[in-house]
Nanobody
Framework: QVQLVESGGGLVQAGGSLRLSCAAS????????MGWYRQAPGKQRELVAS???????NYLDSVKGRFTISRDNAKNTVYLQMNNLQPEDTAVYYC????????????????WGQGTQVTVSS
């Protein structure tokens, strides 16, 4: 099994910064895709940023220029640096990864973190 553990959420004033981390552990053979989603109350979950094993990145238009996704393959960890946070960024943030396990490297599984709350006050 694989577990994703997130950290770094919290309460910040508008214009402030936070850095989210998500570390994967378990029977990992390889990780291709890593991403961050968010879900605000009453809204659908949306993709915020993603990064592939080739370090190709993709961002939600509203966070471009403010958020940066990165990964540390040696640590099986993905980060989301969030700068100039705004109240509309308030949401629960979830990390996700597509993983091949040692036991069954021919199969790709998608795993999710438990979510971390980000609250931005105006």
């Amino acid at each position: 099994q694989v577990q994703l553990v997130e950290s770094g959420g919290g309460l910040v004033q508008a214009g402030g910064s936070l850095r989210l981390s998500c570390a994967a552990s378990g029977s990992i053979f390889s990780i291709n895709y890593m991403g961050w989603y968010r879900q605000a109350p009453g809204k659908q979950r949306e993709l915020v940023a993603s990064i592939t094993s080739a370090s190709s990145t993709n961002y939600l238009d509203s966070v471009k220029g403010r958020f940066t996704i990165s990964r540390d393959n040696a640590k099986n960890t993905v980060y989301l640096q969030m700068n100039n946070l705004q109240p509309e960024d308030t949401a629960v943030y979830y990390c996700t990864m597509t993983v091949k396990t040692i036991v069954a490297p021919q199969i790709t599984y998608q795993y999710w973190g438990q979510g971390t709350q980000v609250t931005v006050s105006s």
